[in-house]
């Protein structure tokens, strides 16, 4: 079984300032992370994905996630926020087999002027 | 290429009420998936569709059925809706490669009075 923990519920943070969401999670297997970004009333969309090799994922929007295997972490960041990043941002795993995504709680992520 | 869509965006059923929501998508994927969305709880996969005619459990499953009569639709129903069903609902779909992307619709927001 496979679980997700966004450490988060919510950060708040000024308008170009740097940004960390938490993400842990947990696997007996091999796994892929997900990023997602959900803007209010919309669906979900992918911000970046970690399958294999580098460890440095570069995504969307200026955002990008670093997978750390020893600390079952995949940690999102962005060096300057804008007022549009407002949204809630999900951390996803799936197996190798990718049939399931299992999600996190999510991180609302709210950017004041 | 429309991608994922949902019908009804919004509906409102009384206690013990049917209805049957639609997902459709025009990317010739396989697999497609059914989540609800409850606040602090992420995305729940309820059930999902690895091809026509199939379809699998997922973690939530109880208090609905799911068909997939044709590729591109995949039917959720609720045979008799429960206040505790009040949720929003995404469906996603993905190719056949285990590192393809999951595509969500917009989402179908159900209240249960």
């Known amino acids: 079984a496979q679980s997700v923990t966004q450490l988060d519920s919510q950060v708040p943070v000024f308008e170009e300032a740097p940004v960390e969401l938490r993400c842990n999670y947990s696997?007996?297997?091999?796994?892929?992370l997900f990023w997602y970004v959900q803007y209010p009333n919309q669906g979900l969309q992918l911000l970046l994905k970690y399958l294999s090799g580098s460890t440095l994922v570069k995504g969307i929007n200026g955002f990008e996630a670093e997978f750390n295997k020893s600390q079952t972490s995949f940690h999102l960041r962005k060096p300057s926020v804008h007022i549009s990043d407002t949204a809630e941002y999900f951390c996803?795993?799936?197996?190798?087999?990718?049939?399931?995504?299992?999600f996190g709680g999510g991180t609302r992520l709210m950017v004041k002027p | 290429n429309a991608g994922v869509t949902q019908t009804p965006k919004f509906r409102v059923l009384k206690t013990g009420q049917s209805m049957t929501l639609l997902c459709a998508q025009d990317?010739?994927?396989?697999?497609m998936y059914w989540y609800r969305q409850d606040p602090g709880m992420g995305l729940r996969l309820i059930h999902y569709s690895v091809g026509e005619g199939t379809t699998a459990k997922g973690e939530v499953p109880d208090g609905y059925n799911v068909s997939r009569l044709k590729k591109q639709n995949f039917l959720l129903g609720l045979e008799s809706a429960a206040p505790s069903q009040t949720s929003v609902y995404f469906c996603a779909s993905r190719g056949l490669t285990s590192t393809d992307t999951q595509y969500f619709g917009p989402g179908t927001r159900l209240t249960v009075l």
């Open positions: 696997s007996s297997v091999s796994v892929y």
């Open positions: 990317m010739n994927h396989e697999y």
């Open positions: 996803a795993v799936s197996n190798n087999a990718g049939n399931m995504l299992t």
